[in-house]
């Protein structure tokens, strides 16, 4: 089976879908920041600060072309990979994309909880991450629907929503 990317907003539950999915399933599940940072020895806060973005975005392409010819894979994708026009046509070209979405009260929720845990948001207030959030689902939503496929990510609040949603996906992208 080609690979199954996870695209969407941060929050939307690209890993814990993606960890829950792979491990139900029996396929390999990848985080790519995760990988990005073990291959660099660096958080991408680190490489961003250190290097700049567009040294980012060719570690990102180098690793999402490497990823990208295995087989049996869930990917988690950075929640900014799809918005570069050539990964996202990697993405449809060499497997199948799906953008997790979740409404922007979910997204605000999760969010909120995990803030700290992310520089780009750590700041803001409650009204203002949600104006974020809002301003940026607006931004990077036409680049998202361009996924051979949607999932509703709202339900993974808890370990029965989780099961339940990751059952829900495999019986609708790997059982065929």
Known sequence: MHPIYLIGYMGCGKTTLGRAVASAASMQFIDLDELIERESGMTIREIFNAHGEPYFRQLERETLEQVSKLDDVIIATGGGTPCQTKLMDLM????????????IECLHSRLLQGRSARPLIASLSDDELLTFIANALDQRKPHYTRAAARFDSSRLEDAKQIAESTQRFIKQFIVQ
């Open 92 to 103: 449809l070209a060499t497997g199948t994309p799906v953008f997790l979405e979740a409404s």
